[in-house]
């Protein structure tokens, strides 16, 4: 499968990912792994295949304004939902 094949089928499922699975749901499960790592309130994260932002929102909520997560993506849909979850950031 090429990258561009890779690219449109996330995009294509994109508006549906979070429907498969509830993002609070996820955050919950996620939460304690993501404390597990010992993350400090000003490191800097990146989050490689973000999705639809699910890990970047549990990472967010870790950090203090001078903590930064860098979502990556493949996908632009995945991005632009994800950029919704976390507006602010």
Known sequence: M????KR???DGIAG???QW????SIAERLRPEVAAFGIEP???VVDIGCGTGNLTRVLLERLSEKGRVIAV???EEMLAIARKKNPDN
């Open 73 to 75: 993506d493949l996908s």
């Open 8 to 10: 449109a089928y996330f």
């Open 16 to 18: 549906l990912w979070d």
């Open 21 to 24: 699975m509830n993002p609070d």
């Open 42 to 44: 000003d490191e800097s």
């Open 2 to 5: 090429s990258l561009d094949d």
